[in-house]
């Protein structure tokens, strides 16, 4: 609360007159005060004459258990909910029985005062329809936590919405016979393909069908009832192909051709990947008429990798609505229940879920609960009751359901789809089911799960189940069911015959988050920009970039700074690394393209460089001068990022995904923390394209450079990017000047080719007093692949090639009188390889034969090993190598030790 002094009853009174007039004239803490203080009113006893009990103390002692008992009822009465289909439902609990309060057999036809009670329940109850009230709503096929959040409203929702039908709400025979259809479609699908291709792989849906139904009710709702328009989904493998057919539309024929190994040449998609891990894009329309595109993300093995993809994809769809409204776009994300528990990009993607540049308006978490992970049991994948437990930490609800139960199913879906629509926050639903075969068909589970499934092997299937509770309820016979089960057989048998007996049609590939394409998009051999402006614009925005506005206090250092950036574009020279990257965003936001740049700190910059959010010293009100540049301008965004890298950076490249109108870029605190993002960069941005068509223009600024700094603070791992480099799948550069850094921006935003862009950064050259480039270099020219010498000697001994920040300390100890006469040729991007370019640069040279490549990394790291080979094919050139030993770290740890090493280095080169 904003106030700290002595809580007296005036004061106390007065914010609560203040609260009653206006909610927002007051903190959020004293909004929660004041709500829990109506609340406590509101559910205040009216006493009756007629029903007044006793006032003694012993009566007072009973009233107060009897609120106890309510109120752990509601918090863990979970406990005794009937959920997993494999065993017998608890009965009892002792943290839930009335005796643990004091209360007995006695008490059960007493009437209490029972707080909270829905309306359609009389407020004074006896004890034994109040526990009944309570057990069915909280220890049924639903169990809930939700005591845990903090905020009274959500929590009072929640318990009006549960307690006022029991958890079990009233079903239109239209919606139950809807469910068995969903269900025996799920069923059909999954039998049809065990018999046909018996033991391959498909990852069944088998234990936990009643997730096709349950998404089917979500997608209807969440369309018809709150005007969604979009879902972003993310799933596991088990049971995508039964949700693409049975739920996204994708033809039975297109999975069954995909059993078959039939692969159309038109729709082929690079090296392309196994059916359960594709993306599809469906357009359905609910039967109410609303269309709903649901588009699912590619998906690698590595399976909670997709979430924070979804949550990037989600973001980006969002921002580009007008009006921004987060009921429109829906992220939805199945997970398995020990990759749930078990991965801690989970983790992360959850802390985004409220942060102001990462919110998407709420997530549905489904976790399907196999009771198992691969062959492990629960006992050895986590330490905590529920695979869920650790999104109680964001304060959201978490509903668990019997597997078996559709209509509970149903209407927890629908209960979490309000709720996150109200709300604006996550929400997790645990569907406690099995898995009817081993981690895929091919696995035999007896090996290790015996008894568990010997309880699943005479299982009858959910659909078996729903149809025999529907006829007891004669809502439908056995004729109508075996016509329902026999209509999804034919269906499927026609693709069946469809996909075996004829080929394939000469069609594209499937639609996928955006615009995927059949074939990986061929580069160009550099990144060209075409929309550059003139020197006297770029001084137009510098004057706006650099202006203080009126009534705003900024940090006296920081003025002096913009003073000196502003007359370095005035004067036309100097301009240093920082500079340049802010005239590029604004150039590219004033072209329209949206700028959106993320990471640890990056608003200011980790080296206190950027300065792209001031600050009002005297309010902490934050200015974006970038966001003041031109009338119809783009908009600016500069996220300082949870402190994550695999998590962010996915989440950077989902909304590359789906935005291929804006710069979309990913800045590294350090390039080394690049390392813990490194899956990301394996399994999306190196190969997504190769993989499933997916174009992302994403920009990744690495921070790299030895200065002495340790292992953790030198290296962004050059190597590893150009091991990756193949296809044509990425550009890799290390511009050197700010010029060539503002043309990389600038040819990136432009959009003509949308490749992720690498791009190592530096450190110690952002002061650099060399470091530095003539508004002139902005204005004309483009990006060069390779930068010759400025200084070069007519007739050099020695040519060396080198990249990055080495060649100032090159050419400073050249200056300083070196022995060696040499040549220092700058490479500038390393891939695709420069090979036209360095080849008149060696034709410059010709006649010397001395050639080396000069690293700061170790041997075995940077890009010598990539450039040697490279050399060698295309110009028949042998390089020596001068640099650092091979290492097992990538830098020494002693700073002392460090300037020895750089020195000698720098010797080898210039003076032998």
């Not at 029903?51 to 009973?62: F, G, H, Q, Y």
């Not at 078996?464 to 309820?473: G, P, V």
Request: hydrophobic content about 35%.
């Amino acid at each position: 609360m904003s106030y700290t002094g002595p809580l007296s009853p005036r004061y106390m009174e007065a914010m609560y007159e203040r609260w009653k007039s206006d909610p927002d004239a007051v903190d959020r803490d004293w909004q929660f005060f004041f709500q829990g203080f109506e609340l406590g009113r509101s559910e205040m006893p009216k006493p009756s004459e007629s029903e007044c009990e006793p006032c003694d103390a012993e009566s007072v002692r009973k009233q107060s258990r009897v609120e106890a008992l309510v109120y752990r009822y509601r918090d863990i009465g979970h406990l005794l909910s009937c959920l997993d289909p494999l065993a017998a439902c608890p009965t009892d609990h002792p943290l839930l029985n009335p005796g643990a309060f004091g209360l007995t057999d006695d008490d059960m036809n007493r009437r209490f005062y029972a707080p909270g009670l829905p309306e359609n329940l009389d407020s004074r109850i006896t004890l034994r329809e109040l526990v009944d009230h309570l057990r069915q709503t909280y220890c049924g096929s639903v169990g809930v936590e939700y005591m845990h959040l903090q905020d009274p409203d959500e929590r009072r929702w929640l318990r009006e919405k549960m307690e006022s039908t029991r958890n079990r709400p009233e079903i239109s025979r239209d919606e139950k016979l809807r469910i068995l259809r969903k269900l025996t479609e799920a069923a059909g699908f999954e039998q049809f393909i065990h018999r046909k291709y018996l033991g391959q792989k498909r990852f069944s849906a088998e234990g936990a069908d009643v997730m096709i139904p349950m998404m089917d009710a979500l997608f209807v709702h969440s369309a018809e009832i709150h005007g969604c328009r979009e879902i972003m989904l993310g799933m596991t493998h088990r049971g995508r192909l039964n949700v693409q057919t049975n739920l996204l539309d994708k033809p039975y024929e297109a999975v069954i051709r995909e059993f078959e190994d039939q692969h159309n040449p038109e729709a082929q998609v690079g090296a392309g990947d196994v059916k359960y891990h594709q993306g599809f894009r469906g357009s359905i329309t609910t039967p109410g008429g609303r269309p709903l595109d649901v588009i699912m993300a590619d998906n690698p093995s590595h399976l909670e990798s997709v979430n924070p993809v979804v949550e990037g994809m989600a973001r980006a769809r969002l921002d580009a609505l007008e009006p921004k409204t987060t009921r429109q776009v829906f992220p939805l994300l199945l997970h398995g229940d020990a990759a749930f528990s078990g991965q801690g990009i989970t983790a992360e993607t959850l802390n985004m879920s409220q942060l102001d540049g990462y919110f998407t308006g709420g997530t549905l978490h489904i976790v399907i609960n196999n009771q198992i992970g691969y062959t492990a049991l629960p006992e050895d994948l986590r330490s905590t009751r529920y695979p869920t437990d650790m999104a109680k930490s964001l304060m959201i609800p978490i509903f668990h359901v019997h597997g078996e139960n559709p209509e509970a199913a149903v209407h927890t879906v629908k209960l979490a789809c309000d709720y996150r629509m109200a709300y604006g926050k996550d929400v997790v639903i645990d569907l406690v089911c099995y898995r009817r075969y081993g981690h895929n068909e091919g696995d035999e589970p007896y090996f290790t799960q015996p008894q568990m499934y010997e309880r699943i092997k005479d299982r009858p299937p959910p659909d078996q189940l729903y149809a025999d509770r529907l006829k007891e309820e004669a809502l439908i016979d056995d004729e109508a069911i075996k016509n329902m089960r026999g209509q999804s057989r034919r269906c499927i048998q026609a693709a069946y015959d469809q996909a075996t007996q004829e080929p394939p049609q000469q069609e594209g590939a499937e639609a996928g988050p955006e615009d995927k394409k059949s074939e990986p998009q061929p580069l160009k051999e550099t990144i060209q920009a075409d929309i550059r402006v003139d020197a006297d614009l770029l001084k137009n925005m510098a004057g706006k970039l650099n202006s203080v506005p009126d009534g705003f206090q900024l940090h006296r250092k920081l003025e002096k700074l913009m003073e000196k950036r502003l007359d370095a574009v005035k004067n036309g020279k100097n301009i240093d690394w920082a500079n340049a990257e802010t005239l590029a965003f604004a150039v590219i936001a004033s072209q329209g393209i949206p700028v959106r740049l993320a990471g640890q700190d990056s608003q200011r910059g980790t080296f206190s460089q950027r300065h792209s959010v001031w600050v009002d010293t005297a309010t902490s009100r934050p200015y974006v001068p970038l966001n003041h540049v031109a009338e119809d301008q783009a908009g600016f965004e500069c996220i300082n990022s949870l402190l994550s890298e695999a998590g962010a950076l996915g989440f950077e490249y989902g909304y590359s995904l789906i935005r291929p109108d804006a710069l979309t870029l990913w800045e590294a605190q350090f390039g080394d923390f690049v390392n813990n993002a490194q899956a990301i960069i394996d399994l999306y941005i190196a190969s997504g394209e190769a993989k499933w068509g997916c174009q992302s223009g994403l920009v990744l600024l690495l921070p790299h450079g030895y200065e002495g700094q340790g292992p953790e603070h030198s290296s962004a791992r050059i190597e590893r990017f150009l091991q990756l480099a193949a296809e044509e799948n990425f550009f890799v550069c290390n511009p050197s000047t700010p010029a060539q850094y503002y043309h990389l921006l600038l040819g990136q935003a432009a959009g003509k080719i949308r490749k992720p862009l690498v791009i190592f950064t530096p450190k110690s050259l952002l002061r650099h007093t060399e470091a530095v480039s003539a508004l002139d270099d902005l204005a004309a020219g483009d990006f060069s692949q390779v930068l010759a010498d400025p200084e070069a000697p007519g007739k050099p001994e020695r040519v060396v090639f080198v990249s990055g920040k080495l060649a100032y300390e090159l050419f400073a100890a050249r200056r300083a009188g070196a022995k060696k006469n040499a040549a220092i040729i700058r490479l500038e991007q390393l891939h695709p390889f420069p090979a036209k370019s360095l080849q008149s640069v060696i034709a410059m040279y010709k006649d010397c034969r001395d050639r080396v490549w000069a690293q700061e990394e170790p041997a075995n790291m940077g890009a010598w090993n990539y450039i040697r080979p490279l050399f060698q094919k295309h110009f028949s050139c042998a390089l020596s190598y001068i640099g650092r030993d091979a290492a097992a770290s990538t830098a020494t740890g002693y700073h002392h030790v460090h300037k020895q090493q750089q020195q000698e280095l720098i010797d080898r080169v210039l003076n032998r």
